[in-house]
């Protein structure tokens, strides 16, 4: 096993996108002269999300009115892992799915079929308008035996006005109800940054996770065999590194001190 000093240099990126490119929709300085590097040099490299509510085309074009400009093709999603992961488990099957155009497209584009009467899965995913009815119904098709799955275990998201219920909670008030956990396919399940691996041609010796998340992007990274870079631009805060049982593999203060190095 390659030890840490022992790395190759970075020949493959993964970068989260919010709080290392943009933060609370502003972008941060240095994140589009690193996105310029990157494809300038030609190195391979993915901006992850655990959003499923966006389409790569979707989020190409809301980075780019923050003044970065990644290629959809470069853009990966919570959405797109999940459906990955169950096109490696039951390829061509059916699903009843809570979620936007970023989680039924990808799955569509698998040859998943979406239906309410009896799927192989409940798939649960972001969205802006939870509807009691269909929780109801994901409820009782679990209860019935559909197995379950969420694309991330994120508890809350941002808004303007304060924190919204995410995945994670409306994982737990299904879980509460028929007592069967999901499987979580984003981060921080290793997965995630496996599959990103796996699309872009990486090798774990040779790639960089860049995070601004300890419990999130640092341990998937670190768990997937990865190089970790957290950046300080985002939620975790330099004072708050010693609270965690592990430790990236370094820490700089933002996406603009890695330009050089690509």
């Known amino acids: 096993m390659t030890g840490m000093n022992e790395r190759q240099p970075a020949e493959c990126w993964l970068t989260d996108m919010d709080g290392v490119l943009v933060h609370e929709g502003v972008p941060v300085p240095g994140a589009q002269d690193f996105i310029q590097a990157l494809e300038k ?30 290629p959809p093709q470069a853009i990966w999603t919570s959405a797109l892992a999940t459906a990955q992961f169950l096109d490696s488990q039951r390829p061509g099957g059916t699903a009843y799915v809570i979620g936007e155009a970023g989680l039924t497209t990808a799955l569509h584009e698998i040859g998943y079929v979406l239906t309410d009467s009896d799927p192989d899965y409940v798939v649960l995913g972001e969205t802006r308008s939870y509807s009691f009815t269909a929780i109801t119904r994901a409820i009782r098709l679990v209860e019935a035996g559909a197995r379950f799955l969420a694309t991330n275990p994120d508890p809350t998201g941002p808004s303007v006005e304060g924190s919204l219920p995410a995945t994670g909670s409306v994982a737990a008030l299904i879980t509460r109800a028929t007592g069967v956990d999901p499987y979580f396919v984003g981060k921080p399940n290793p997965l995630m940054m496996r599959s990103a691996l796996n699309t872009v041609g990486g090798h774990s010796e040779s790639t960089a996770m860049i995070g601004d998340r300890m419990d999130t992007d640092i341990v998937s990274g670190m768990e997937a065999g990865l190089e970790t870079v957290l950046v300080l631009t985002g939620v975790t805060t330099r004072a708050m590194i010693d609270r965690f049982p592990f430790r990236p593999s370094r820490v700089v203060d933002s996406i603009a001190d890695l330009v050089a190095e690509i």
């Open 41 to 70: 040099s030609g190195k391979r490299y993915l901006v992850l999300t655990n959003n499923s509510i966006y389409t790569p085309r979707d989020l190409h074009a809301r980075l780019r009115v923050s003044g970065i400009d990644v």
